[in-house]
């Protein structure tokens, strides 16, 4: 993020916290999740905040594919106004018509809901509405 120090307009660079920081198998959907608590670089920002800040989230992945024995990485970024404030993932799993399987719907992977980030979240549960 871009914050002004001794009157310049400087980059600072923060490592964020996660949640789960290694997941050993990607068997449904995984959302990463840093916690903005009073410890987050973040704590206190609202929308504008971030925008005003030049905010940018730069996320690298890293895993190994059992299949080719291969350490396969990725990295992508988020600048302030690609965030969505408010936004919630819907769940993109659900039981077959027969209960035998759980199924990964591809589809739902950018699929969200809005919420109000007053009221406490339930994040396992779908939003209501």
């Known amino acids: 993020m871009q914050m ?3 009157g310049k307009r400087m980059n600072k660079f923060y490592p964020l916290t996660l949640e789960i920081s290694k997941v050993n198998a990607l068997t449904l959907s995984w959302t990463i999740v840093h916690p903005i608590d009073d410890r987050s670089p973040l704590f206190n920002f609202n929308e504008n905040d971030m925008k005003n800040a030049n905010l ?4 690298f992945v890293k895993a190994f594919d059992e299949v080719f024995s291969n350490t396969v990485m990725t990295r992508t970024s988020y600048a302030a ?7 919630k993932f819907r769940i993109m799993y659900y039981p077959s018509a027969d209960k035998s399987k759980t199924i990964l719907d591809l589809d739902m992977l950018d699929e969200y809901d809005k919420i109000d980030l007053l009221q406490p979240v339930n994040f396992t549960q779908p939003v209501s509405g």
């Open 56 to 59: 940018e989230i730069l996320v």
């Open 4 to 6: 002004e120090e001794n």
């Open 81 to 87: 106004n690609e965030i969505i404030w408010g936004g």
